[in-house]
Structure formats: C-alpha cells, structure tokens
C-alpha cells in the first residue's frame, strides 16, 4: 500500500487545488486583471484586453500539470519495467493535459 501511495501521490493536486483556485479566480484574480469579456468603448470599438483572468488560468493550471509530471519522472524510479515506465508516464501527461484543458474550460469568463 505504501508503495502505490508514494507513486500516485501526485495526482491528487490538481483536483484538490480545484475549488480553492475556483474561488481566489472569482473572488481576486478576474478583479485584477479582468474577465476575457469583449469590452467597448463610448464609440463602439472593442478594447483589447491582451493578459486576463482566462489566460492567467491556463498558465497557472499548465505550471500545475507540469509540476505533477515532473513529480511523477522522480516517482518512476518505484516502478520496475520500461514498459511500466513509458505507460505510467504517458498516462500521467495524458490525464494533466486533460485536466488542464477542463478545469480551463469549467473556469472559463466569456
């Protein structure tokens, strides 16, 4: 048991930083840098806002998957075969990937 729980052990960060990120995101982040909302001016031009809470989102969850997977390259060394290796590393970039894109798009200001 001990063995699988230092292996795995990563891949309950990003669903345990999910709501506590889901509510500084909608309580400070959109306040400072704003919601990915459309904005126009008094002459009906539409303002750029080229840094927002959306693309601060994707970078924080994209540094997050990536600390997972690199955690996870240390945590190989409990597995025995190559083959393991490949398939346990692969699917862990899969699922982080994966994670990323959906917890973005669940958080998501349109």
């Keep these: 048991m001990k063995k699988i729980v230092k292996t795995y052990w990563q891949l309950l960060i990003m669903p345990v930083l999910f709501l506590p990120y889901q509510y500084l995101n909608s309580k400070v982040i959109v306040e400072w840098l704003g919601c990915g909302c459309p904005l126009v001016d008094e ?13 601060f989102t994707m970078l924080f969850w994209s540094v997050v998957a990536l600390i997972v997977i690199i955690i996870s390259i240390f945590n190989m060394r409990y597995l025995i075969k190559w083959y393991a290796k ?17 917890f973005c798009d669940l958080m998501r200001w349109k």
Excluded: P
Aim: charge should be negative.
């Design 43 to 55: 002459q009906g031009n539409e303002i750029v806002n080229n840094f927002n809470a959306n693309d």
């Design 86 to 102: 490949l398939t346990y590393i692969l699917l862990i970039a899969v699922g982080s990937v994966y994670l990323v894109m959906r």
